[in-house]
């Protein structure tokens, strides 16, 4: 960050994602369609979420999907045995690799 301004329009951009993510249709123009949120915790790396993740990158590339969901890599959902788990939002869809 240069400056305070830069930090006000981070805190703006992460305010819509976060909206989203709690109410369908509550962001007013977020940057993706879907979200997956994919859990990087120790435990699910373990079970190769980062390969996952890799995997997720490159089929939403062939499929031009890439602008319209975005792949976050998040800490510890606490289903470690169950992992690698996705959360899809708006949805709030909760997935088991």
């Known amino acids: 960050m240069e400056n305070w301004n830069q930090l006000k329009e981070l805190r703006d951009v992460y305010r819509q994602n976060v909206k989203m993510r709690l109410e ?44 319209k969901v975005n792949l976050v890599s998040t800490g510890c959902f606490g289903l470690c045995a169950q992992g690698p788990i996705v959360i899809i939002y708006p949805e709030g869809v909760f997935t088991i690799k």
Do not use: H, R, V, Y
């Open 24 to 67: 369908e249709g509550a962001a007013i123009d977020p940057p993706f369609e879907k979200e997956m949120m994919i859990c990087a915790g120790t435990g699910c790396i373990s079970s190769k979420s980062d390969a996952f993740i890799q995997s997720l990158k490159e089929e939403l590339a062939k499929n031009e999907l890439s602008e």
